[in-house]
């Protein structure tokens, strides 16, 4: 079945500066690839998402790319305000499937 | 509003008595699933539902069990809890197909079994 994992598992960045987190996944075959926000005591938020038909999206400070050939894909955040402070978690899923598989999660921090 | 949510959002309980967390949704979702977060695991899928009556298992069903009877609850089920289900739990839903929509999440159930 499909795993994927994600790395750093914590990652610290100076507010205003950029932050990039990434994920590996196995199956060949997957197609769909978002990524979701947890913030404190809340449950997890789509921020972006990504299918295998295009290498990039971005939306304002947001941006996901894709490599299909490597197989893993990458949450950029720019410009990062203390808001960005969350628990970031990576997941793909294909045609037909009944789940999406998450990565572990990485915790951001954005320092003032 | 589109709402997902779960009750009770925090409980402590004691091994082997009965529980259930509830789970409500009402956006119409015909996918309902459950997950359970722990640190350095991520979500772990429990069990799923495509429809009403159609239930199947997940990544991690051992000990849990579910039912829907009606397309807007998915109550989750311990029987027989134990120390090993202490974690934090999400119900979601999602439209089909579920690649490609977006998954719902409830704001979570902070489980502890002593």
């Known amino acids: 079945g499909e795993n994927v994992e994600q790395h750093p598992s914590t990652l610290s960045v100076q507010e205003g500066d950029s932050a990039v987190i990434k994920c590996t996944y196995s199956d060949s075959a997957s197609n769909y690839f978002p990524w979701y926000k947890q913030e404190l005591g809340k449950g997890p938020q789509l921020i972006i998402d990504?299918?295998?038909?295009?290498g990039e999206k971005k939306d304002q400070r947001i941006a996901v790319t894709l490599n299909k050939t490597a197989k893993h894909f990458s949450l950029h955040i720019t410009e990062t305000q203390p808001e960005d402070s969350a628990v970031y978690f990576c997941?793909?899923?294909?045609?037909?499937?009944?789940?999406?598989?998450f990565g572990q999660g990485t915790r951001l921090t954005i320092n003032p | 509003e589109a709402q997902v949510t779960q009750n009770p959002r925090y409980l402590i309980t004691v091994t082997g008595k009965k529980l259930t967390v509830t789970c409500s949704q009402n956006m119409n979702h015909e996918y309902m699933s459950w997950y359970r977060q722990d640190p350095g695991l991520g979500l772990r899928q429990i069990y799923y539902?495509?429809?009403?009556?159609?239930?199947d298992k997940g990544d991690v069903p051992e000990g849990y069990k579910v039912s829907r009877k009606e397309k807007r609850n998915f109550p989750l089920i311990l029987e027989s809890p134990s120390p090993n289900q202490t974690s934090l739990y999400f119900c979601?839903?999602?439209?089909?197909?579920?690649?490609?929509?977006?998954?719902?999440f409830g704001e979570g159930s902070w489980l502890t079994v002593v």
């Open positions: 539902s495509m429809n009403v009556e159609v239930t």
């Open positions: 990504i299918r295998s038909n295009v």
């Open positions: 997941a793909a899923s294909k045609e037909g499937a009944q789940k999406l598989v």
């Open positions: 979601a839903s999602s439209s089909q197909p579920l690649s490609g929509n977006t998954i719902y």
